[in-house]
């Protein structure tokens, strides 16, 4: 929860920088969308950072999500943010239907159990601990060694689908996520998804990966350090990350090698 709260606080002391003490040409679309130009009172405030949607597992939510999935301005025909939320006296001058999250709740429960049993039925066949093993460093080939890894990554990916998905559910099934429709007239209900489970497995490219790997948080690091940092920008918001996930060493090998791997990749598709 911690982890998750402290995104909360962050984030919102910079929306409500950007939406006190900069000009709106000098903000990205995101940080335009997300910005603050009321002070919260203290019941939104505490509302907003411990509200029981989101509070164990995430996703992360921005205070301006929050607050116009609590007013209802989200909603097609629901007043806007600014003219709701300006004046509190005034009533919404018409009834809104509110769209119903059934389909999809039932569509991210689904393939968020099935997550769970594949990580249950078939992880301890490739458990990640045998990889610091004597007998594994020396009496396996190379090949088999790359073949083993992938294997057990992804039946340890299968945790963090099952764990992000139904979190992501359960915030939907309270009407929170509501995004919208597409081209085709049908509800979406991915305000607030934090995995592409098949993006990220069919992913041909880094950048892919990383977009659809906790979501709510790429979201973040970006608003917060990636969009308002100059030529070290992917040190910067690998950094932060690294910070921001804890202490241990493997933390900062992992990110600084993934602002490595990202100049890379930008170089080999130019």
């Known amino acids: 929860p911690l982890m998750v709260i402290t995104q909360k606080v ?12 900069r000009l709106e040409k000098d903000l990205t679309p995101l940080q335009r969308h997300q910005a603050v130009k009321i002070m919260p009172t203290t019941l939104e405030y505490f509302s907003y950072i411990f509200h029981f949607q989101a509070l164990m597992a995430g996703p992360v939510i921005f205070y301006r999500d929050y607050i116009d999935f609590i007013q209802g301005t989200k909603l097609k025909g629901a007043k806007s ?3 709701f939320y300006d004046d509190s006296s005034k009533e919404p001058e018409e ?7 059934t389909k999809a709740v039932i569509k991210k429960i689904t393939a ?9 039925s078939f992880s301890s066949l490739y458990p990640i601990q045998r990889v610091k093993e004597q007998d594994f ?6 090949a088999y060694k ?19 998905l139904f979190a992501d559910a359960i915030c939907n099934n309270s009407g929170m996520g509501y995004n919208g429709r597409d081209e ?11 995995v592409d489970p098949i993006k990220f497995e069919l992913s041909l490219s880094l950048k892919d990966a990383i977009s659809a790997w906790n ?37 900062y090998l992992t990110f600084a090698t993934g602002a490595l791997f990202t100049y890379a990749a930008r170089a080999v598709s130019l």
Not at 10 to 21: C, P, V, W
Not at 146 to 164: D, G, T, V
């Open 10 to 21: 962050i984030g919102l002391a910079y929306n409500i920088h950007d939406g006190f003490s």
């Open 81 to 83: 943010f600014s003219g």
């Open 95 to 101: 009834i809104v239907l509110e769209p119903s999250p």
């Open 112 to 120: 968020s159990l099935t997550f769970a049993v594949l990580f249950v």
């Open 137 to 142: 460093l020396e009496n396996t080939t190379c």
């Open 146 to 164: 790359i073949w083993y890894l992938m294997n057990s990554m992804i039946f340890i990916r299968c945790k963090y689908y099952y764990a992000w």
């Open 184 to 194: 085709d007239g049908n509800d979406r209900w991915d305000l607030i998804s934090n």
């Open 215 to 251: 979501i709510g948080t790429n979201r973040w690091l970006r608003m917060i350090v990636y969009d308002r940092n100059g030529p070290f920008k992917v040190f910067a918001t690998n950094g932060l990350s690294a910070l921001w996930h804890g202490f241990y060493p493997g933390y």
